[in-house]
Structure formats: C-alpha cells, structure tokens
C-alpha cells in the first residue's frame, strides 16, 4: 500500500464512502466513468493532476487526497542557470550578428532618442506577434538586435546605458517567441541574455522580470513548485517596479493551484491585483508582462480554478473575459478560449464547449504557438472521451486538423 497510487485510491474510496457516495455517484459529479474510477481506487490506474484535482474537490478533501499524489517530476533537461558572467561584454550577451555597413563607423549617436524609437517599435512588433507565427517574427528581431548591437558600439555615456536596457528587452521578447515556437532551451538562452544586458546597464528589473519569464516555463511543463520557488525569487528585491512584482506574485499564485493550495493561491492572486492595481499608465509598461489583457488577475484566476478542481467557475470566468480581448489580439484569445473550452468539456456543458470551439479554431489559422498546442492536444483527448455527443464529433475532425497544422509548423519554426 506504499505505492502513490494505491495510497490515493485507498483514500479516495475512504473520503467517497465518509461522503455517502457511491463510485456511481462520484463519476456523475466530475463526469468520468465509474470503470475508470474503479481502476483508480484499485490503484491499477493513476490520475492525471487535473483529474486529481477534480475527485478531491467532489470530496471536499482541501487538497488533501491530492497531495498524495506528487506531479513535480517533470524529467527535463533544460539548464535554469541565470547568473551568467557579464564580463564578456554586450557583443557576446547578444549574439554573433554582422553589423550593417552604414552602422559599422565610429560617429556618436543620441542614445536616448534611439531607445525611444526602439522601445516603441518593439510594442508593435508585439502587436504582430499576436497575430502571426513566430517564424515571421525571428527576422524582424534579429534585424533589430543587429542595429542595436551595432549602436551599442557607437553610444557614449548615459544614452548607452538605456540602449543596453532596450536590447535587453528585445532579447527577453526573443525568447518569447522561442517558446512559443516549441524550443524552450532558446527560449532559456535568450532570457539569460536579457538578464547580462540588464546587468550591464545597472538594472535589476529585467532580473526580476526574467525570473517570472522563468517561473512561466515552469508553470507550461506542469512544475508548481519550481513556479513558485521562482515566482518568490523575483519578488525579493522591494525596489523591482510594481508591475513585475504583480506578474509575480500572479505567477507565485498559479504555481499554488498546480501544487492544489487552494488558500495561498487566493492569498497569492490579492496580493498580485494590488500590486498591478497601482501600476501606472506608461506606454512602454507594455515591455513588461501581457498587454492584451483588460485583467490579467482574473485571466489567471479563471485558468488555475482548472487545476484546483473547479472547471465550472473557470470556464465562466474565462467565458466574461474572453469579449474584453482586442481583435487583434489573436494569440490571447487562442490560448484563453481553448481553456476555456477545456474547462466546459471537464465540467460537462458540452454544447457550451463545441460553441467556443467553433469560433475558435478560425481565428488562430494563421497563429503558431506551442503553448496553445498543449491544450488543443489536451481539449482533443477529453473531447473524444465525449465523442458520442453529436456536435463533438462534427467538431473533433476539424480540430485534428488545427492540431496537425501547429504540430508541423512548430515542427518547422522551432529550428529556426
């Protein structure tokens, strides 16, 4: 009986049998089949976290039956090492680029205006980045960081000093987009390089930032206590502006419904609407974080209500948010209405569910993104547990569809 899942199942059937409930009973309520929930308290089978989830929640356990079961094994070999030496100079943090023949002289140029210029830009190509691949987006950063780099070499005295912020920013989004892509290990890289350039120009904020662009790939691979640990590290410094100690504490509280805590996650999720709250409304904030979200907080919260176990009020929280996404915003809305959809087909509003995947899957043709890969795959293995609903199976070809597309063109992207 020392095995995890025999521990669980013994204690699952234990809580079921203290409620009343036969196996009948508990099936209906989180819309999974008594055989499989057979296996389950048997221990012949394991559950997934979200399922776990879901048989603690009907069982009022508090996260304790789920808590028997540890998910944090994530088995990846990616190197989170941050502190890289900054000794080797800006050239080497950005990368090896051929500088443009008409930036390669030696004339001093007005550093200050020129980050400005780029600073702008960038939100734009943001902009873009919600509404196209990342294969499209490589060029045009790379183009960017090449002059930057460039300029970095002709810039004296404080206006270097910004430039080396603004490249540190490109280079963070960079690897944005590299995750996004399906390369996490370029993803991890180009972050790192962020956080040199940051500390080349004296700055802690793109540490800190960075470190919640960490905690963020922890939270994809499924990992609560390494979001956590992270999320913590870069709310450490009191000085960090407020709008990344709230993405933080945002990504802090999201790290606790993986691990199930359902009180430090909300405990979490007030401090970091608070924070975010006082944030103030300069353009370039939009460097930092999500700019497409009217409400970030409550994005968030309506997502982990997933993996604490209560799909239904995530998918209505998502479902009132959804509208609030700029048109534009095409990436957002792939990866917040495939959740959403997620949420309805657990708690089983079927019809619900088929409503925003037929509007979906138009809008995210032209969108690659890894992130929303893993749950169109994960919508797809729920929907066909439910295929003998007539809507879902008029759904589910067109949804392998969308699911075939991405997989190539991440295929094809990720090595780029």
């Not at 830009?121 to 990342?134: A, D, E, N, Y």
């Not at 206590?225 to 009191?238: E, F, Y």
């Not at 009217?294 to 209505?316: K, N």
Request: one cysteine or more; aromatic letters at 6%; charged letters at 25%.
């Amino acid at each position: 009986m020392d095995h995890p899942s025999h521990e669980f199942g013994a204690a699952v059937r234990r809580r079921r049998l203290d409620n009343h409930l036969s196996l009948a009973q508990l099936a209906a309520k989180i819309h999974y089949s008594r055989g499989h929930l057979s296996k389950i308290e048997t221990g012949k089978r394991t559950p997934s976290p979200q399922l776990a989830s879901l048989i603690d929640t009907a069982l009022r356990a508090g996260g304790a039956i789920a808590a028997l079961l540890d998910f944090a094994e994530m088995g990846d070999d990616l190197d989170y090492s941050w502190d890289a030496p900054s000794d080797a100079g800006a050239d080497d943090a950005i990368g090896s680029v051929d500088l443009p023949p008409d930036l390669a002289g030696s004339t001093a140029v007005n550093g200050d205006a020129i980050a400005l210029a780029f600073e702008h830009s960038l939100v734009q190509i943001r902009k873009l980045g919600q509404t196209t691949s990342p294969g499209a987006i490589f060029p045009i950063l790379e183009g960017s960081l090449r002059s930057l780099r460039a300029l970095l070499g002709n810039t004296p005295g404080s206006g270097r000093i910004r430039l080396l912020g603004v490249t540190a920013r490109y280079a963070e989004y960079f690897g944005w987009m590299k995750q996004e892509a399906g390369n996490d290990a370029e993803a991890l890289a180009w972050t790192a390089r962020a956080v040199r350039l940051g500390k080349d120009c004296g700055s802690t904020d793109m540490h800190s930032h960075a470190l919640v662009r960490q905690a963020l790939i922890r939270l994809y691979l499924g990992d609560g206590p390494g979001t956590v640990s992270l999320a913590l590290k870069a709310q450490a410094d009191p000085h960090t502006p407020s709008r990344i100690l709230g993405f933080a504490a945002m990504r802090e509280a999201q790290g606790h419904a993986l691990n199930r805590d359902y009180e430090r996650f909300r405990e979490a999720m007030t401090r970091a609407r608070e924070l975010l709250e006082t944030n103030g409304n300069d353009p370039t904030d939009a460097l930092y974080g999500p700019y497409t979200l009217d409400d970030p907080v409550r994005i968030a919260e309506g997502w982990s209500l997933y993996h604490l176990g209560r799909p239904a009020d995530g998918a209505r929280i998502l479902a009132e948010e959804l509208p609030h996404l700029p048109h534009f915003a095409a990436r957002s809305y792939g990866r917040y209405a495939t959740r959403c959809a997620l949420q309805y087909v657990v708690c089983g509003e079927l019809d619900r569910a088929c409503e925003v995947i037929a509007e979906l899957l138009p809008r995210i043709t032209d969108v690659v993104s890894a992130t929303i890969l893993a749950d169109l795959r994960e919508l797809s293995r729920q929907l066909i547990r439910r295929r003998e609903h007539s809507r879902v199976r008029e759904l589910l070809p067109d949804l392998a569809s969308a699911i075939h597309y991405q997989t190539n063109m991440i295929g094809t992207t990720s090595n780029e």
